[in-house]
């Protein structure tokens, strides 16, 4: 019976950690050459809003613990008040229409489900989750391509378009009304992580 039961428990802690050995990750932190750039149009002009003020995280699931083979989790926190314009009247506008003071933090975190498809040292990653700006979440998907550019380094490039109004953000008017913004805009990003 005694050599029943260490029989066991020999099994059970070999299937732990044989478990254990294939679940490991790898995760990225973003570096201070990251940034995500808002392009939008309007009646007079094209504007952009940029930000290199933000924080992200993204874990991949592997199998030998270098080779990238699913995606765990992504994570942005990007600050309203950071996204700053050459034309400080539309920056003003802006965050006031994010409700920066309120609402401080854009984020982004995904909710699973995320594809990988992997070409030599790139892969193109697809992460579906929660977008939350000034308050208000909408499930999005984003897509990137993220390329090893060394053992340490990792960078995303990737677009996505949004509707202002999807998140209760009214297009910004100037001139009392005489210039109108659109209400789609491009959010771009160049993610840089290290691990």
């Not at 066991?8 to 973003?30: G, H, P």
């Not at 990988?116 to 992460?127: C, L, N």
Request: hydrophobic residues 35%.
């Amino acid at each position: 019976m005694n050599t029943y039961k260490l029989l066991l428990i020999i099994i059970s802690l070999s299937f732990w950690l044989v478990t254990d050995a294939l679940s490991q990750s790898l995760t990225y932190t973003s570096t201070d050459d990251s940034h995500i750039i808002v392009t939008g149009t309007s009646t007079l002009h094209d504007w952009e809003l940029r930000s290199s003020t933000l924080m992200s995280e993204v874990i991949f699931n592997t199998g030998d613990g270098e080779t990238i083979e699913s995606l765990g989790s992504v994570m942005l926190i990007v600050e309203a008040s950071t996204l700053e314009s050459d034309r400080s009247r539309l920056e003003n506008l802006a965050h006031e229409e994010m409700d920066a003071g309120n609402h401080p933090e854009i984020t982004f975190r995904s909710t699973g489900n995320g594809t990988i498809q992997r070409d030599g040292d790139s892969y193109q990653v697809t992460a579906p989750g929660d977008l939350t700006i000034a308050g208000v979440t909408r499930q999005v998907s984003v897509e990137a391509t993220c390329i090893n550019t060394t053992d340490e380094l990792l960078v995303c490039t990737g677009a996505r378009d949004l509707l202002m109004t999807d998140f209760g953000i009214d297009p910004p008017t100037l001139m009392l009304g005489a210039i109108r913004t659109a209400d789609e805009v491009t959010v771009e990003f160049r993610m840089e992580y290290s691990r």
